[in-house]
């Protein structure tokens, strides 16, 4: 049984910063990539970052390239997204996902809010 379970969502400020995390479980999370997307309000699915299984590498959208970092914990079966200079167009619902590269991701969290507004 696979979970995966985002927090840190909430409200910021535009340049503001926000750290998501997501908490795996159900499989042997130091040998899969894995990545986020968000959906923002009335918007299809955008895929913002990736990691590799052991973090040796990360990809990211031009979107957020030089404002996101992702991370891993594989210790502790944690992904990060830290979230720097926020803009509004940044507010979307962030899911946390296990990445399969070219067969995409085959599990999701339920997601955190990140909404950004003064």
């Known amino acids: 049984q696979v979970q995966l379970v985002e927090s840190g969502g909430g409200l910021a400020q535009p340049g503001g910063s926000l750290r998501l995390s997501c908490l795996a479980s159900g499989f042997t999370f130091s040998s899969h990539a894995m990545s986020w997307a968000r959906q923002a309000p009335g918007k299809g699915l955008e895929w913002v970052s990736g990691?590799?299984?052991?973090?040796?590498?990360?990809y990211y959208a031009d979107s957020v390239k030089g404002r996101f970092i992702i991370s891993r914990d594989n210790a502790k079966n944690t992904v990060y997204l830290q979230m720097n200079s926020l803009k509004p167009e940044d507010t979307a619902l962030y899911y946390c996902?296990?990445?399969?590269?070219?067969?995409?991701?085959?599990?999701w969290g339920k997601g955190t809010l990140v909404t950004v507004s003064s």
């Open positions: 996902a296990k990445d399969r590269g070219a067969y995409g991701m085959d599990y």
């Open positions: 990691i590799y299984s052991d973090g040796s590498d990360t």
